[in-house]
């Protein structure tokens, strides 16, 4: 249960930090730059999180299959990669938004 607890960590902060970045893009669009810059810093810390417990059960692992690798383990890598995803995109979209306000 404790790993189960873990995944669903990570699958909560990639989902927050990708909340976040979404959040400051729609703040973008208004020109409410202080809540851009305060949401990106929000999501940046969210990602740092979910980051951080993904280097965990990668240590934990050790290269040898360790932790086992089941549905729900393999649906918080795809959370976590497409809230990097989004987020890198996000923050260019808001560079585009910022020069042309």
């Known amino acids: 249960m404790e790993l189960e607890a873990t995944v669903m960590e990570l699958i909560i902060n990639a989902?927050?930090?990708?909340?976040l970045a979404m959040q400051a893009l729609q703040n973008a669009k208004k020109g409410d730059w202080d809540?851009?810059?305060?949401l990106l810093t929000q999501s940046t810390e969210a990602?740092?999180?979910?980051?951080?417990?993904?280097?965990?059960?990668?240590?934990?692992?050790?290269?040898?299959?360790?932790?086992?690798?089941?549905?729900?383990?393999?649906?918080?890598?795809?959370?976590?990669?497409?809230?990097?995803?989004?987020?890198?995109?996000?923050?260019?979209?808001i560079n585009i938004h910022r020069k042309l306000q």
């Open 15 to 19: 989902g927050e930090s990708k909340s």
């Open 47 to 93: 990602s740092k999180r979910a980051h951080k417990v993904q280097t965990e059960l990668i240590g934990l692992d050790e290269g040898e299959g360790k932790v086992p690798v089941n549905l729900i383990m393999v649906h918080a890598q795809d959370h976590i990669m497409t809230a990097m995803l989004a987020r890198e995109l996000i923050e260019e979209l």
């Open 35 to 38: 809540e851009v810059d305060s």
